[in-house]
């Protein structure tokens, strides 16, 4: 089972988008049979078999066995992933063109976000180690000390940009984002 997969086809997304397939497949997190899947969901076999053939169809759940109950060959399922990333360009860009590269705007950080996505999406995840970092933090600051900190962070970056910014070695992306941390959701 791979940790993501990444939604390109519309097909997919179509196929995904829909409230008892997510349940169907949530519960194919384990290999399952349909009729395993449907004692727990509280719905008939040949629904569930339904939804499962359709996410099948769709690349997003795969037969990994068989056995035989009472003379009948019944499949045994599991999701091909973990977690299922919708792509942002499904929807594509509404008018157009990105928006100006301002980095400070809210336009630039979404593009960002998509940008990392993507190339996070398409890392080859059969690599046993892939030298990655993940950091996230909260930082305040208050409003009169912003351009301070912009500041810093900026110089900050590019002094590792320039230090590491060679042709040699393994070549690495590094993507900072910096926004309003919302309220407290609880």
Same mark, same amino acid.
């Given at each position: =089972?791979?940790?993501?997969?990444?939604?390109?086809?519309?097909?997919?997304? #179509?196929?995904?988008?829909?409230?008892?397939?997510?349940?169907?497949?949530?519960?194919?997190?384990?290999?399952?049979?349909?009729?395993?899947?449907?004692?727990?969901?509280?719905?008939?076999?040949?629904?569930?078999?339904?939804?499962?053939?359709?996410?099948?169809?769709?690349?997003?759940?795969?037969?990994?066995?068989?056995?035989?109950?009472?003379?009948?060959?019944?499949?045994?399922?599991?999701?091909?992933?973990?977690?299922?990333?919708?792509?942002?360009?499904?929807?594509?860009?509404?008018?157009?063109?990105?928006?100006?590269?301002?980095?400070?705007?809210?336009?630039?950080?979404?593009?960002? =976000?998509?940008?990392?996505?993507?190339?996070?999406?398409?890392?080859?995840?059969?690599?046993?180690?892939?030298?990655?970092?993940?950091?996230?933090?909260?930082?305040?600051?208050?409003?009169?000390?912003?351009? #301070?900190?912009?500041?810093?962070?900026?110089?900050?970056?590019?002094?590792?940009?320039?230090?590491?910014?060679?042709?040699?070695?393994?070549?690495?992306?590094?993507?900072?984002?910096?926004?309003?941390?919302?309220?407290?959701?609880?």
């Amino acid at each position: =089972m791979r940790d993501v997969l990444y939604l390109e086809q519309i097909e997919q997304a #179509e196929t995904l988008l829909k409230p008892q397939r997510v349940d169907v497949l949530r519960q194919l997190a384990e290999p399952r049979t349909c009729t395993e899947v449907a004692a727990r969901l509280e719905q008939t076999p040949q629904r569930v078999y339904y939804h499962v053939k359709q996410l099948a169809t769709a690349g997003l759940v795969e037969q990994v066995a068989s056995r035989k109950v009472r003379g009948i060959s019944e499949g045994i399922w599991q999701a091909v992933a973990r977690s299922y990333w919708l792509s942002p360009r499904l929807v594509g860009r509404i008018g157009g063109v990105r928006r100006a590269s301002d980095e400070l705007s809210l336009g630039h950080l979404l593009d960002l =976000m998509e940008e990392v996505q993507a190339d996070v999406a398409a890392l080859d995840r059969s690599v046993p180690e892939l030298p990655s970092i993940g950091v996230s933090g909260e930082i305040r600051v208050p409003a009169e000390r912003r351009q #301070e900190f912009l500041h810093d962070l900026q110089s900050t970056l590019q002094d590792l940009f320039t230090r590491y910014g060679g042709v040699e070695g393994d070549a690495f992306k590094l993507a900072v984002a910096c926004y309003p941390k919302g309220e407290e959701h609880g």
